[in-house]
Every structure is written in structure tokens, then in C-alpha cells.
């Protein structure tokens, strides 16, 4: 059994911080092979640059995956095409630096690793995501032993939808991006391993970690206000994939966080 630990939107360079002091601790605790961690808010609200990913993966992330605000910071740009390990949703427009997927060792075994973007209220014009990956999965079989996707995706219909085309194909599909925890985690009937949201790292006690008056304020008066982070104390929210290595099938998902 190979154990994956995925954790759902990192907000902010002090929740990069916050990782970095917990991560190694809770994932020895929990026999963690394998750490996938979205950090395409990293830069707060604006991107991930190339200094908070390089700390992420000091601190625990084996792969960091990526969403809408990836290509917000251009200093991500090289990293994005240097490193294997930072990734940016595959189903961006071509010639766009880095990649949507990518392979690596996770123990004795090969993990396949995506990144996507869903479609309904997200980017406009972005294209469905499960063909660009069923193109993968052709393309790389037998390179791989284990998979798993990211689907950063605002609707939870979209996301249900497309785990159910995609069920037996891959060990494990999770939706981020709400930054709230949803109760649907199951296993597939094919095999894959689900849950349509996994939530997201930051402080808690805001709105989905922006400070609470700012965000009521903006609501009120549909104006925009420059974004603070919220004040509460901090908290990682994911969820914990069992997989079985030889079939590649999963054997169970179960919703974790911690914080301090
Ligand atoms: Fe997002």
C-alpha cells in the first residue's frame, strides 16, 4: 500500500511558513509516502513565485500543483520549465511554459501527477480537461504505477462528473480551488479514489481566508478592496489517499487537517 497526502489551496507566504515548521512532523506521523500540495495561491492571491515553491518543497511537497492564478507570477515561469516537481494545469493554450503533468519516484514506485483547471465559472475559453489527460494516460502507460489528478474547479458537478468518466483510469481525483472541505470522499466503483474538495491551507476564522471586514465590505459595495489575510490560527486541510501499488486501484481516502 502506497500512502498519498494531498493538500488542498495554499494561501500566503506565512501559511509556505506554517508548512514548513508542520509538514515532515504530520507526515511521518501519518507513513506518508507521497505529498501533492496546490499552491497556486501561495503568493497570497496572486500566483506562486519561484522562492515560496522551492521552500514548499523543502517542506514536505514532493509535487506542487496549480490552478487559475499559476501564471500570475512570471517568476514561476522558469521553474515551470526547469523543474519536474511544479507543475501548472494542463489545459492551458500551447506555449504556455511548464506542464500538466509529470512522473516521479514515490518509494520503489512511479507516481503520475496532473494538474487541471476545470471549466464552469473559471477562466473563459477553458477546454475540458479529461481529454487532454485520457491523452496522457495513453501516452505515458506502462511509465507509471500509481495517478493522481488535481481538478481545480469551482463547481462540484463538474467535478463528480468528470471522476466518473475518468473512474479506473486513475488512483485518485480531488477537486481545490472553494477552500472548503467537502463530506463525499469514496472510493469509485472502477477504483478511483475521490472527494470533490479538499479545502485549503491558511488561517482560518476569515472568508476562505481573506480578513472577514474585507471581504463583507466588498460585498456591500461591490467596490474592491486590497485583500488581507485572515487572523485566526493556522490549519491544513487534505485529505490521504491509501493506494494499492500493484493494481494502481485505491483502497481508501480519508479527509485529514492539522494546524497550530
Ligand atoms: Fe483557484
Redesign the pocket.
Known sequence: MLRVLVLG?VLSPSTVAFLCRRLWAFRRENRIDFTVVNG??AGFLSGIGSKDAALLLDGGADCITG???TMAAKSIYSMLDSSDRVLRPINLADGVPGAGYTILPARDRRILVFSALGCLFMEAGTPDPVPYIERVLEREAGRYDLSVLDL?AEATGEKIAASFRLDGKISAIYG??THVPTADETVLPNGTGYISDVGFCGRTGGVLGVKTEVMTARQKTRLRYSYSEAEGPFRAQGAIFDIDESTGKALAVKRVEFGE
Open positions: 489551496d497556486e495561491n490552478g487559475n492564478h481545480h481545490t480551488h
